[in-house]
């Protein structure tokens, strides 16, 4: 088995490599890397069958090395992590495995363990193709929970949660936003500012007047165009031309 540790921490590096080694005598680790940077660049030119990846580093996460490598990974990847619940949330729900700070001799004896029996099944040379894309993807929904929209209204500047936000209206050159527990507001702002402000996969501008939170889609209706009903009763025309995007959108998610 060929192994390549990726940790900022020289002395957690270290500590991995003596683990490593006591559990799997045979184990050749082919690099040591200390950042995302020097991780790709050794990358390009050694083939290792796991990456033991640390998740928060300075300059770019161990996610954003996953991102810059794409989707079709040709060898098995097993986090470390201290912290950042976030992280661990999103790794619980997809196809990596993970260690928490400090590792533990044990836990990683099953780590490899898990690995080997992957390994024996002779699944398909990139066992985590698309498991990359689901799992930025359920950072950036882990990410979008805590963040805030600020918002300019008549009596100053509300900061909105998104994950809150159903749905905006344009109205002239305003718009409503409407929320969940049926709460609404008036923003100065167009629903041109407001996409760009939301800037998520979550919203689709499905009409030059409508703005949604596709996690609030309860049911398409088929037509010209179609309608969208929201989890809210709400119905909301799609324009012809954003039905082709919009179904698409949909279907992944």
Known sequence: MKAILVDDE???LTLLRHKLKRCEPDIEILAECESVESALAVLESLQPDVLFLDVEMPGATGFELLKSLGEDTPFQVIFTTAHSEYAIEALRGGAFDYLLKPVQEDELARALERLRQKRASKQPESPQSGGIAALLKSLQTLQDKDKKLPVPTAEGVLFLPVADIIRAEAAGSYSTIYLTGKQKLMTSKNLTELEEMLDSDDFCK????????????????????????????SEIDVARRKKEELLARLAVR
Do not use: F, Q
């Not at 499905?206 to 398409?220: E, I």
């Open 10 to 12: 020289k002395s957690a």
């Open 206 to 233: 499905v009409h030059k007047s409508h703005l949604v939170n596709l996690r609030y889609v309860s049911k398409y209706i088929r037509g010209e165009g179609g309608i969208l009903v929201l989890t809210d009763g």
